[in-house]
C-alpha cells in the first residue's frame, strides 16, 4: 500500500498533538496561523537529525521521535521560554506505517508532555532525516541568554553529565550498556520545567549539547569571563579518569548548564525540588576568559570550547 | 581547508540578511528571540527541497538558494502575510567554499528584497537537503485563507501557468528549453507584494504549487463549492494541447490562484498594475464540488485534484 504526502500527513501527525487556542489553523493550508500572547516574546529553534550521523539508522523510532523533539525543547528550555508550536520536515526513503506509528508516538507524548501543537509538515522521499523548528513564547525581561554571567555568579548544572556519550562509545566499541546509560542516550528529557523555573533569575543559561566544556566556553565568551569549575563537583565524573572525555567534550547531555547569583543561592535547592531534577553547582565565574578545570590538589587545567563536539571539524 | 559548523554559519550566514528591528537575538544563541507585532497574527511555513527529488545536483547554487527560499515566501503570499524572518536547515555532503557562496548569495539576495532576515540555522554534513522554515505576519481578519471562496466570485490566477514544468520536462528529455522557462523553473518570482494586496480584498487564495486542477482543489473542498474554470482563458495554454498536462498539472509554478467578489472586479487592474504582475480571470466558483474545465465548444471536463503532483504517489 502506498500513501501519498497528504495522506502521510493526515493519517500519522494531525491528530499526534492536542489542539492548542492560540492556533488558528494548524496543518493543511499552505501556513500555519498562530496567534502570540501579548508582551511576549517569540524564542524559535532548529535542528535537523541525519541518518548515520546522528542516529543509526537501526535506531527504535519511538526513541528518534522522542530525541529529535527532546534535542529542540532542550534549546527553548535553555532560554526560560514555554512550548507552543512546532513543525516537521520528515524525509523518508520510503513509506513504512510501522516506522511511522512508532516514530509519531514518541514524538507525540513528549509534545503533549509539554503542551506542543503540531502545526506545520512536509513529508519528502530521501534519505532519512528529520528537522524540526519549535517556537516557545516567554517574557522579554525574563528571558534567559548567554550573555548575562558576573563575576561570582555561581556555576549550575542540571542532573548527570556524560551517560549518552558513554552509552554512544559503548555501542559503537561493543561493549555493554547499562539501561541508565541507554536511556540518556535515546530518551534524553529537556529541562522545560526548570528552564521556566530558572527565568529571571538565573544570570545565564544554555543547554548541554555540544559538552560541557563548549557550551560553558559560549557563557564565558558571550558575558566575557571565566569559568572556574571544580573537577570534582561536576556530577557524573566521580574518580573514573575513564568519564573525563565523555563528562567534557562527549555531549548529547541536554542537561541545562547557569550561572546563577549566590545571594539567592537557597532557591536552587527549592528549583530542584519543584522541577524534579538534581541541581549541582560546580563552580564560580571570575575574571578572565575560558573554562578551567581545578582538580582536588588544586591544579588548574585550561580548556578550550575547541574541545567540544562540532559537526564539519 | 575545512570549517566547522561555526565557521559555516559565521561566515556565509550571519551577514547574509540586514538586521530587523524586531530580532533580539539572530544566530548564535540557542533560540533566535524575536519579536512579534501587538495585534498581528504569525504565518509559519515548512518546506525541505532534496537533490535528486526536487532539483538535480548539478544545478546552479545561486538559483537554488533562490528557489528553496522562493517556495517558501510562496506560501506567505498565499496568506497575504508580510515575511520577517527565516531558519535554514543545511545538509551538505561536504564543505564546498564555491557552492555556499553561491547558494547564501541567491538565498540572501531574495530575503532582502522581501526585508526577510535569517534569524537561525543548523548545519549538519549528509546528503544534500535544505529545509526553510518561514515567518511572516498579518492582520488577523484581513488573513487569506483557502474556504472564504463564495458562489459567483471570480477565480484569477497571476502570471503564467506551466513554464516551469514544460522546462523541466525539455530537460529531461533533452529538448532545447528557452529562457524564459528556465527562468521560471530555477528563479520563481514569489507573488509576496501581491498576496499582501490581495489581503482582506480576496475570498481564498493558494499558491500554485502542486498544479492548477490540485490547488484549486483545495479551494473547492475548503470552501465547499465547485470551481468552473474556462480552459481559452488560462494564461499558458493557448490552443496547444501538449501544454495542457504542464499548465494544469505540472506544478512548480509559485503564481497565486485566488478567488475574488466580482463586484470588486475593477480592483483587480489596480492589483495587477501596483505589484507589477499580470492577473487572468479563469472562471467562477459555483454550488457543487471540484474543479471543471469548460473548452469553446462548451464542453465540460471534470479534474479531481488528484491529477496534482503529488510526493509519495
Known amino acids: 500500500m502506498s500513501l501519498n504526502e497528504f495522506d502521510i500527513i493526515q493519517q500519522y501527525f494531525s491528530l499526534l498533538t492536542r489542539p492548542r487556542k492560540d492556533v488558528m489553523t494548524g496543518i493543511g493550508d499552505d501556513c500555519a496561523l498562530l496567534v502570540p500572547e501579548t508582551g511576549k516574546i517569540l524564542a524559535v529553534s532548529t535542528d535537523t537529525l541525519v541518518v548515520d550521523r546522528h542516529f543509526l539508522s537501526d535506531v527504535d523510532p519511538a526513541s528518534l521521535g522522542h530525541k529529535c523533539l ?10 526560560g521560554a514555554e512550548p507552543c508550536w512546532v513543525t516537521l520536515a520528515l524525509t523518508l526513503p520510503e513509506v ?17 508532555q509539554h503542551k506542543l501543537q503540531l502545526v506545520g509538515g512536509d513529508t519528502t522521499r530521501g534519505p532519512l532525516s ?14 534567559l541568554k548567554r550573555d548575562g554571567a558576573r563575576v561570582g555568579d555561581l556555576i549550575c548544572v542540571t542532573g548527570t553529565l556524560g551517560q549518552a556519550a558513554q552509552a554512544l562509545n559503548n555501542i559503537i566499541n561493543g561493549t555493554s550498556v547499562s539501561e541508565k546509560a541507554r536511556k540518556a542516550l535515546e530518551w534524553p528529557q529537556p529541562r522545560v520545567t526548570t528552564g521556566i523555573a530558572l527565568k529571571g533569575q538565573a544570570t545565564a543559561c544554555i543547554d548541554l549539547s555540544d559538552g560541557l566544556i563548549a557550551d560553558l566556553g559560549h557563557i564565558c565568551s558571550a558575558s566575557k569571563l571565566k569559568a572556574e569549575v571544580e573537577k570534582s563537583a561536576i556530577p557524573g565524573l566521580g574518580n573514573d579518569e575513564s568519564l573525563l572525555e565523555p563528562v567534557l567534550t562527549g555531549g548529547d547531555d541536554y542537561e541545562l548548564c547557569f550561572t546563577f547569583p549566590e545571594k539567592h543561592k537557597d532557591r536552587l535547592a527549592q528549583i530542584a525540588e519543584q522541577t524534579e531534577v538534581s541541581i549541582s553547582v560546580i563552580g564560580r565565574m571570575g575574571e578572565g576568559q575560558g573554562v578551567e578545570l581545578i582538580d582536588d590538589a588544586g591544579l588548574i587545567m585550561e580548556m578550550t570550547d575547541k574541545q567540544g563536539y562540532m559537526h564539519f571539524s
Open 70 to 79: 527532546a534535542v529542540n525543547l532542550s534549546d527553548l528550555a535553555a532560554m
Open 96 to 112: 513504512n506505517e510501522n516506522w511511522l506509528d512508532k516514530f509519531s508516538q514518541g514524538f507525540g507524548e513528549l509534545a503533549n
Open 130 to 143: 528529520i528537522t524540526l523548528t519549535v517556537h516557545g513564547q516567554v517574557e522579554q525581561d525574563k528571558v
